[in-house]
């Protein structure tokens, strides 16, 4: 699954990928130019998500505890 993930993140550009011939044979994943551009908005995000864990959590705990969830 981790390969096939790999291989998708790779045709869609996010990340290059490069093959060094040893033995054991060795794959290396880097991010791509484009994905790197794409690290501000993703950590505004993160920021938010940490911004309001404890509100997302609490209606959680109430969404299961109304739908017996618990």
């Given at each position: 699954?981790?390969?096939?993930?790999?291989?998708?993140?790779?045709?869609?550009?996010?990340?290059t990928r490069?093959?060094?011939?040893?033995?054991?044979?060795?794959?290396?994943?880097?991010l791509t130019?484009?994905?790197?551009?794409?690290?501000?908005?993703?950590?505004?995000?993160?920021?938010?998500?940490?911004?309001?864990?404890?509100?997302?959590?609490?209606?959680?705990?109430?969404?299961?505890k109304e739908?017996?969830?618990?």
């Amino acid at each position: 699954m981790l390969t096939v993930t790999l291989r998708t993140l790779e045709a869609d550009g996010y990340v290059t990928r490069t093959i060094y011939p040893e033995i054991p044979p060795r794959v290396e994943y880097s991010l791509t130019e484009m994905t790197r551009s794409l690290l501000p908005h993703i950590n505004v995000l993160i920021k938010w998500a940490l911004e309001n864990s404890t509100a997302i959590m609490d209606d959680r705990k109430k969404f299961n505890k109304e739908n017996k969830r618990e």
